[in-house]
């Protein structure tokens, strides 16, 4: 993983990463994400870290409503013309989150973190753990 310069915030590195980045991608979910949703029933989904867009647009087009984040708008706006190119930009909402200070509002049948990995100091077990109310219960097990 590339690693910050000295003094940049984790928002200036990300949109750096992406904006310099191409739309291509692997054009697949994480195999994880893939084994642990297929047999779900379709609910409200939330993508953290979100990147290019392939994890939301499987579950989007495994006919979830999903709300996808990333604390770049670079990636943002791949994923979003990755979405409308693969025509489920309809269930898919995008949205800017520094996760260390903000979350996503609502309720979710399912939260996916497969790449919510980074070079900075951050608290993913606290800020995750203080938003498992978000999550639906009943679609956990």
Known sequence: MMQPTAG???QDFWEGLYRGAGRQTRGQPSAM????ATDRTP?????????????AIWLAQQDWDVVAVDIAQAALDIAAANAAESGVSDRI?????????????????LISAMFLQTPFDFPKRQSLRRHLTSLHLAACC
């Open 8 to 10: 940049q915030s984790p």
């Open 33 to 36: 994400l893939e084994r642990f």
């Open 43 to 55: 609910g409200r989904a939330l993508d953290l870290g979100c990147a290019k867009g392939d994890d």
């Open 93 to 109: 909402s995008f949205a800017r989150h520094d996760l260390a200070m903000s979350f996503p509002d609502g309720r979710f049948d």
